[in-house]
């Protein structure tokens, strides 16, 4: 090889490696376009659990929690992502998916995974570690004024707890200028009619069934003497 070969050789050998090199370059924007692409329909993000898993024990397991959050949570989010790609839904604030899909035979799907991202975040902050006792004065005044007193509003709320038929949820509400306790069943909000949610309580099988089996009742008093967050409510009430 003269010098001229090694000249040629070197330059062959150079636009080789430039032609690999773009290539990989055209691979990289390609598969980044792509990523891209399937990362921009994710507008929803599960919200962090606002306490430790094990944190309510011995009331409800960390390995409920586990499953509740990580698995149920998680799914709902990643299942309103897929649903709404694409479509005006994916820049809504949850709440304005919930109240437009009610009630719309077609968008069933779509308001069910929303609300139940919603439910679920209030339920999580509807408890707490070394919950329930006294609600704070200011929410204590207006519990006498609607219920007649703090247990008479936990007795209303376990009772429509445990008679909701199959899946669904407790509620205390603010309902124009008074508390009232409703019952929804699977993924409703009384949000949907006019009311402000301020507390709820799961009570699908997979919120207690683990630790609990069939005695919902047991679960739902637990929650209520144990863990309930009357803070939350308060600042529920302040939105
Ligand atoms: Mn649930």
Redesign the pocket.
Known sequence: MDTTDTKNFSIAFSRRSFLIASAGFAASVALGGFSRLAAAPSPFTLPPLPYAEDALEPVISARTISF?YGK??QGYVNNLNKLVAGSDYADMPLEKIITETAGKKDKTAIFNNAA?IW??TL?WHSMKPKGGGEPPAELKKLIDASFGGVDACKKEFASAATSQFGSGYAWLVLDGDKLKIVKTGNADNPMVSGMKPLLTM?V?E??YYLDYQNRRGDYVNGVLDKLINWDTALENMAK
């Open positions: 509740h149920h949570h139940q439910n679920h339920y799961d699908w997979h919120a």
